[in-house]
Structures are given as C-alpha cells and as structure tokens.
C-alpha cells in the first residue's frame, strides 16, 4: 500500500509565497468548519474585502450544487471559498463557473499524469468519476462567493461506498501524495488570472478554453432536469454567453443556462 504523508495546510506559507495581487491576500483559516461558503457568505454581507479566502482542513456540513452534501473528510482535501465582488447576474455567475471548472482542471492537471475532463457547467472529473465540484452563491448587493472542493488526498476508504463509482481524488489516479500547500498556491494565480479575462469583457477565450478541455460539451447523450421539466438530447458545443446547446431528438436546437439546470444525469 502506498503511504500518504499528510500534512496540515499553512496560512504563513501561502501568504509568504503568493503572487497574486488580491486573491487570498486576506486568508480565514479553520480546522474545521460546517462550511466554507456559509462563513464566507457572511463575512461577505459585512463587507470582507475581495479575494478574500476562507480554508478548512475538514466541513463538516460541506455542500455543492442542487443541495448536495460535499464529503469533505478532514487533512485530505482542499475546500475553501473566495469572495469576489462586483455586479452579478445570472449570466455573470454561469461564466464564473465556467471560469471556475478551467481554473481548477488547469491547476490539477500540473500534478497528476492524468487528463481532467470538464462536464457542463462546472464539474471536474478524472476517467468519468468527479474529483472537483463548484458552488457559486450570490450575496445580494454585495457580490459572489465561489466555492471550491478538490478530493486531493482521499483513499478510496475515505469516500463513503455509495460514492466509490462516483468519485475519485488525486491521490488514487496518480498513486502519490500531493501537496495542497502548492495546488491551492496554483489555483490562486491561475484563477486571478482569468478572473482578470473576466473583468476585461473575454468570455469568448472563456468559452473557448472550457470547449478544449472538455468532451462532454459535444456528442455526449444528457437528460436535464430543467425546471419546466426533463429533457433528454445531444449536447452540441455551448453558445458564446456560454450556456449549454442541447440537440433534441426531433432536430430541435435548445439553449439552456446555468440558472435553468437543476440536475443533470
């Protein structure tokens, strides 16, 4: 058996050795926490500066999309929450997840020999299992928190067995230990990175980069559960607002965005 060496992550490391200019210059660092997005939502509402960046080794009520509990098992992930500020819409929040899945696929692709895939809209998955997921919450008034959990180090005995099919870390697809110190040092830069697309009106490189490196935006069969009902249909590439184009069977071409989607199988 392969031997993990488990560390804590370091708050003074990754402030001395960030290059960003204002993600995660303000870092909340909590053992443990119900959940990263819940704090960070409320220091939002009272006025936390942007980027600021809320870290936990262990939530214990940890949750992603469609109201889904986040197994977030403590000194093996990584699960932390940024603040950003700024309008929102729901244009701008499904961009932002889009934004979110390359940051993610981008950074974790430089430490496993494994290619990550993308699935619409912000799904992170390794040999079709899922080994990252996003959340994106709106804090009326005053901006967004995007939310980040990465199976970094998990065992296939950390995932509860109901999840053994469904997920997959790090750690199992490459067989060594990663550092989260240095994943999450990249996924701030990177992220400050096309964040700076985002501000500067590139949502075309924003769409365009998640279609390279994603196979499930074309040729995949779907069934979406929309909020008017189920669809079933071919996924054929994403418009340029970046919402989802979803081929019907009877040759009908539907547009649907991140808003509408409630589950997607």
């Known amino acids: 058996m392969i031997e993990r060496k488990l560390r804590e992550i370091s708050p003074a490391l990754l402030k001395e050795r960030l290059k960003t200019r204002f993600l995660g210059r303000e870092i909340i660092y909590f053992p443990s926490v119900s959940s990263t997005n819940s704090y960070a939502l409320m220091l939002a509402a009272n006025g936390a500066p942007e980027g600021t960046v809320v870290i936990a080794e262990e939530q214990t009520r940890g949750r992603g999309r469609w109201n889904r509990k986040w197994h977030s098992p403590p000194l093996v992930g990584l699960y932390f929450s940024l603040i950003l500020k700024g309008k929102t819409s729901k244009e701008s929040i499904g961009v932002l997840s889009l934004l979110s899945a390359i940051v993610v696929a981008e950074a974790i692709a430089e430490f496993i020999?494994?290619?990550?895939?993308?699935?619409?809209?912000?799904?992170?998955?390794?040999?079709g299992r899922k080994v990252a997921g996003i959340l994106i919450e709106e804090v009326k008034g005053k901006g967004l928190v995007v939310g980040i959990g990465i199976n970094v180090n998990q065992a296939k005995g950390d995932f509860p067995p109901e999840l053994w099919n469904e997920a997959t870390s790090l750690f199992i697809e490459s067989g060594w230990t990663i550092e989260r110190n240095e994943l999450f040092l990249s996924l701030m830069e990177r992220f400050e990175h096309w964040y700076k697309i985002f501000k500067t009106n590139g949502l075309e490189e924003i769409v365009n980069r998640f279609e390279e490196l994603s196979s499930y935006s074309r040729g995949k069969k779907v069934k979406l559960f929309l909020r008017d009902g189920p669809v079933k249909g071919t996924t054929g590439g994403l418009f340029p607002g970046g919402e989802l184009k979803v081929l019907l069977p009877g040759g009908e071409e539907i547009k649907v965005s991140a808003s509408e989607l409630i589950r997607l199988q």
């Open 113 to 127: 020999p494994s290619k990550p895939d993308l699935r619409w809209p912000n799904d992170v998955l390794i040999g």
